[in-house]
């Protein structure tokens, strides 16, 4: 597990003017999960086209949207807006950036995915430096200029959360510009975890995952992010974070997680009653006024629920993992054509 | 030499074996070439962060016997070694490590007993050069547990120095870490098994990706094994065992609660309540898997309920 790699952020400096040489042999799709959150579509779109003009043309933008998304993009090619192919998609509002996310990666075509927020389009600086940053990375992210200035005890307690669980540090995981691999992006956002996360999974899975600096008006949170400062927010993330934590960590073998819970409540219980039983056979005490008695039982019971829980998880593992393959060939090399294809 | 069918398949999972990959790819062509010289070896890279795919690239263009696997990303052991098995072409399989502690002077010994007509040879270190508390003790320990707990006593489950049959092997569902165990779970096949002494060298490159908390791993994996192979036999019967006992301890405490004074009667009830409570979690439970265990049937490829008429 790639995990006790050090974060790493790369440097502001030295962008290239590379052009569409960055991106000669890979498609792209612009994933815009927030695009309820923009007020001018057409203004939006247009600052995009000429932001990526000379570096990239997209095979598509899709816009995940609330009802009247559709209208909203209709009125915009109605105007004469040609550029690439506009896929809109309508959510419920209640389906969240989340859920919207994974609507938007389940539709993407391209090679790459760039995902970009919906309240404030990026310059062309960002998005040659997100494609420069790309290089052998399979998923870098934003990091606003200013991540590290702003501080306090909330942030400094995720921080240190992801550092504890996760082996690594994310300086920004709040900023919406991220570009990658599409399979890398699916695969992550699969879990249906907050799309927050999803650098977090990748890397968890073994995937490069890099950080790179952007300017700080453009990854500046939304003014509804969920860094909104109510504890309510904050605490939800939190745990989320862990069953995140819980879910990457034992999803193979979810007895691993479970008999550690019950094997000890399992043991008190036998420690109790096997105490009660022995003083009962030496005539120490009775059992009819131990109420100890009852709570050894109940952690035996208890026990034994949690552990039999994790049998039936290992059950379903292997139901479901005996006819899938559990890997993902990059490539085969041998001088054999026929294993070359393979 | 043509695309024909190879004698045998080497299968070498690698992370991180920059130092000792060439070598092994030396060692294996010296050992195995005079007795099968149509092998193929296949070296699963495992997403290696240094050099060693780079190294595997520039062999394999030279030498077509030599197959070399990139994932995209780390997946594990058991997954590389479950593609190796999948890409394996040859009628009998011998699984390595790539770390150079397996000695691959010994692979014509494995291959030769199950020529012999075994499903399964499994090697076992013959003076092993590791620590004795962190690795070799763990390992007895560990070894006379899985004997007991699965019936198929195997000196040395660690060692990663086997060959199989390839109908067999590739017959094992290999998930998570339960490449230690393909013997095992190779139990409902109805295999044959041999033991053979091998050679063991001390690390000379990298780390081993090993340690004692593998303890802790093990047993638990191990409970989930032996679940695995009663589910293999008899699905309904998972939990049929800890059934009987809570069953008969709700009747021994309802009993207890009828004829027992005032005092106990509370007591009693209350503990046949809680030991009920189990016993419906209990049959919950084994429906639950009984019902997975249609589902996965009727999902498995092999096993249509039907056949197309001519």
Known sequence: MALSKAATVQSMTSVPDAGETLMTDRTLSVVVATFGECEDAKAFLETYRDAMSGIVTPLEIILVGEEGTRDRVAKVRDGGFDWCELVPVETSFAAGEDEATKLALARARGDLVLAVPGRKAGSAATIRRLLEGLGENDLVVGVSEDAQKSGGLRKNVLHWAIRKMFGRDYQDLFCRFRLGKRSVFTESAALGVRQHFIPLVADWRGYNVSELPIPAEEARLPALSVWHPRLRWHYRALIDLLMLFVVLKFLDRPLRFFSAIGAPIFGLGCLITGYLVIARLLQLTTLADRPLLTFGVLMIVLGVQVIAIGLVGEIIVYTSNRRSKSYEIDRIVSLNPDRSSE | MGHRRPDISIIV??????????????????????????????????????????????????????????????????????????????????????????????????????????????????????????????????????????????????????????????????????????????????????????????????????????????????????????????????????????????????????????????????????????????????????????????????????????
């Open chain 2, 13 to 310: 999972p690698a992370y991180n074996e920059e130092g000792a990959i060439a070598l092994l790819y030396e060692q294996v062509v010296a050992n195995v070439e005079p007795d099968f010289p149509n092998f193929e070896l296949i070296v699963v890279d495992d997403g290696s962060k240094d050099r060693t795919f780079e190294i595997l690239e520039e062999l394999a263009q030279k030498d077509e016997r030599l197959v070399v696997v990139k994932f995209l990303r780390n997946f594990g052991q058991t997954p590389s070694m479950a593609a190796g098995i999948d890409l394996a072409r040859g009628p009998i399989l011998v699984t390595l490590d790539a770390d150079l502690q397996n000695d691959p002077a010994d692979i014509p010994a494995l291959v030769a007993k199950v020529k012999e007509g075994y499903d399964l040879a499994v090697g076992y270190r013959i003076r092993r050069q590791d620590k004795f508390f962190t690795r070799k003790l763990p390992s007895i320990i560990a070894n006379r547990l899985i004997g007991k707990v699965t019936g198929l006593p195997i000196r040395d489950n660690g060692c990663s120095l086997k060959a199989y049959r390839a109908e067999v092997i590739k017959r094992v569902p290999l998930y998570s870490d339960m490449h230690r165990f393909i013997p095992s779970m190779s139990i409902p096949s109805g295999v044959s098994v041999a033991e053979v002494g091998v050679r063991h060298h001390a690390r000379q490159f990298g780390e081993s990706k090993y340690g004692l908390f593998r303890i802790y791993r093990v047993f638990f994996d191990l409970l989930a094994v032996r679940l695995i192979l009663t589910f293999s036999a008899r699905p309904l019967a998972c939990f049929s065992g800890l059934f009987a006992i809570s069953f008969a301890a709700t009747a021994g405490f309802v009993i207890a609660a009828l004829t027992s004074n005032a005092d106990s009667n509370v007591v009693f009830s209350t503990l046949a309540v809680l030991s009920g409570s189990l016993t419906v979690f209990l049959v919950s439970a084994g429906v639950i898997v009984g019902l997975m265990q249609d589902g996965a049937r009727t999902r498995a490829p092999d096993t249509r309920q039907y056949s197309v008429a001519d």
